[in-house]
T-cell receptor, first 114, second 111 residues
C-alpha cells in the first residue's frame, strides 16, 4: 500500500525559531509533493509544493527540501511565528495512482510559543 | 467568491441512524472527493468522483455511500454500517492539473 510517513506528530518551537517537519515515501513513481496547512475548524489549504526535478523550493519563510535518492522531503519554516501554529500535512501523488490521488501523511501539530 | 461549502458545520446523530453530509462547489471543478480526518491519522479517502454520474471507492469506503447527480454537488451518506462514524469529514474538489481545494469540514458526532 502506498504510504507517506510524517514526523514528528507534534512540535513546539519558540517564536523566531526554525520549524522542521519530515516526510518519507515509498512509491518511487510519486512526482508531486505538496504541503497543506490546516487551522482548527478549517479545511487544509495548499501551502507549497515541489516536483522531483528540483531539490529545493522556497516561498517566503517556507522551504521544501527534497531528497530523491532517500525518498524524503521536508518543510522548513524560518522565523516561525505564533500565527504559523497549525497542523501541517505532507502529501504525494503520481505514477500509477488512479485519478492522481493524493496520499497524505499523518500530520504534524505545530505550536509556536510567543 | 468561489469555493466549497460544507454543511452543517456540526452534526449530531444517534447510533443506528443514517446521516447525509452536504458538499457544494461553485468552482466548476470536475473532480470531487470526500476525506475523513481522525487525530494522528491524516486524511483518508472515502470516495471520489471525476465526472457526473460516476464515482469510485477510496481507501475506507465501507459504511459510506455517495451520489454525483450534479457537477456542483457530492453528498456523502454515513450509514449505520459504519462502525466508528464520529470524525471530521472534509470535502474537496479539483480541476485536472490544479491543486486540491478543501471545504471547511463537517464534524459528525454519533452517540
Amino acid at each position: 500500500q502506498q504510504q507517506v510517513k510524517q514526523s514528528p506528530q507534534s512540535l513546539i518551537v519558540q517564536k523566531g525559531g526554525i520549524s522542521i517537519i519530515n516526510c518519507a515515501y515509498e512509491n518511487t513513481a510519486f512526482d508531486y509533493f505538496p504541503w497543506y496547512q490546516q487551522f482548527p475548524g478549517k479545511g487544509p489549504a495548499l501551502l507549497i509544493a515541489i516536483r522531483p526535478d528540483v531539490s529545493e523550493k522556497k516561498e517566503g519563510r517556507f522551504t521544501i527540501s527534497f531528497n530523491k535518492s532517500a525518498k524524503q522531503f521536508s518543510l522548513h519554516i524560518m522565523d516561525s511565528q505564533p500565527g504559523d501554529s497549525a497542523t501541517y500535512f505532507c502529501a504525494a501523488s503520481g505514477g500509477n495512482n488512479a485519478g492522481n490521488m493524493l496520499t497524505f501523511g499523518g500530520g504534524t501539530r505545530l505550536m509556536v510559543k510567543p | 467568491d468561489g469555493g466549497i461549502t460544507q454543511s452543517p458545520k456540526y452534526l449530531f446523530r444517534k447510533e443506528g441512524q443514517n446521516v447525509t453530509l452536504s458538499c457544494e462547489q461553485n468552482l466548476n471543478h470536475d473532480a470531487m472527493y470526500w476525506y475523513r480526518q481522525d487525530p494522528g491519522q491524516g486524511l483518508r479517502l472515502i470516495y471520489y468522483s471525476q465526472i457526473v454520474n460516476d464515482f469510485q471507492k477510496g481507501d475506507i469506503a465501507e459504511g459510506y455511500s455517495v451520489s454525483r447527480e450534479k457537477k456542483e454537488s457530492f453528498p456523502l451518506t454515513v450509514t449505520s454500517a459504519q462502525k466508528n462514524p464520529t470524525a471530521f469529514y472534509l470535502c474537496a474538489s479539483r480541476q485536472r492539473g490544479s491543486p486540491l481545494h478543501f471545504g471547511n469540514g463537517t464534524r459528525l458526532t454519533v452517540t
